[in-house]
């Protein structure tokens, strides 16, 4: 398990392949009526999209962006784990893991790990510093793939080697929203000898209590925002591989898979560059296909849907984080209580589903202000 010094430098003929791959590739046709993106990605947008990647986007200096904090590869079982690892300020920093989703990557952090471990920078107390690790999932941007699927229990006990096996951390925190938060959860349920507490901007996936009348109606709306908006992760989950191949294959299939979900999912209200920025999303975007990473990530779903989680209450504290334009609203705290300990419920008044990327300020703020009783 030994940690190696991580840069990222693509070699420039993987950049002038997918280059030719953007530049060649068709962009169909919308049915008369679309407006508003109402069959999904604006056909339009994404010709936008294309022009401003090959004229305007420049990917070393994403690179140089990327490179700003310290990196490292480090082989945990059969995976090479990349890891930002960020010490903080103050006398006695937390250790805390901060995990992606997708189709995020670790550049929904790169705003608030500097935020998160030197608040003195950002007007903040030097002693509430903590220490960031900010690592790519298997299969995702820089980690290497896995042989085949895994899921967030897996990966769990993979943090839980990285954080105290590799960093020799005895106890540490995690934080996540969407796999993230499903990787918070399994540490927190399965690994707490050695995760002190746990915070989340996502719940799902919990055995909910549903006798109450608000439990009822909260999953009936699941149910509904399910067919309405779920068939993705149906495909994902059950026939990754279909999918996977088409979307590796084409640079902007997968942009147009993504793009969607950014504007779906987040409070741009409809303006995906007012939020993001065509490089910001671009960046991540590259993430997965410099190092054909598109078919790896979804696997994901597949591992998620094999994996058979104990049916037993986390008892570590837990926080939770509540962003207003999160599509996947949370269950009512009573439920989420019985299946959670929850010592800590926010509600913020901006951001949605990628919450460290939207609203960098508040997030880093909550997640400081939970974390600061473990320091």
Known sequence: MTVRPFEVAVPQARLDAIRARVEHGWIGYAPDDDADWKYGTDAAYLEEFRRYWLDSHDWRQAEAELNRFPQFLARVDDCDVHFYHVKGSGTNPFPVILTHGWPGSVVEFLDVIDRLANPGNHGGEPEQGLTVVVPSLPGYGFSSRPARPIGPMRTAALWRKLMTEVLGYSRFGAQGGDWGAGVSL??????????????????????????????????????????????????????????????????????????EKCRAWSDCHGDLDRRFGKDRLLTNIMTYLVNDAVGSAIWMYHGSRAET?????????????????????????????????????????????FAAWEEPELFAGEVRSFFAEWR
């Open 186 to 259: 399994a540490l927190g349920r399965d690994h707490a000898d050695v995760v002190a507490a746990i915070h989340l901007n996502l719940i799902i996936g919990l055995p909910l209590p549903g006798g109450d009348a608000e439990t009822q109606a909260w999953q009936a709306e699941r149910a509904q925002f399910r067919s309405r908006e779920s068939a993705y992760a149906d495909i994902h989950a059950t026939r990754p591989q279909t999918i996977a191949l088409a979307l590796a294959d084409s640079p902007l299939g997968f942009a147009g898979w993504v793009l």
């Open 309 to 353: 989680p104990p049916q037993r209450r986390v008892e570590v504290p837990t926080g939770f984080a509540a962003f207003p334009a999160e599509p996947f609203t949370p269950p009512p705290r009573r439920a989420v209580q019985a299946a959670l300990n929850i010592v800590r419920w926010n509600e913020l008044p901006a951001g949605g589903h």
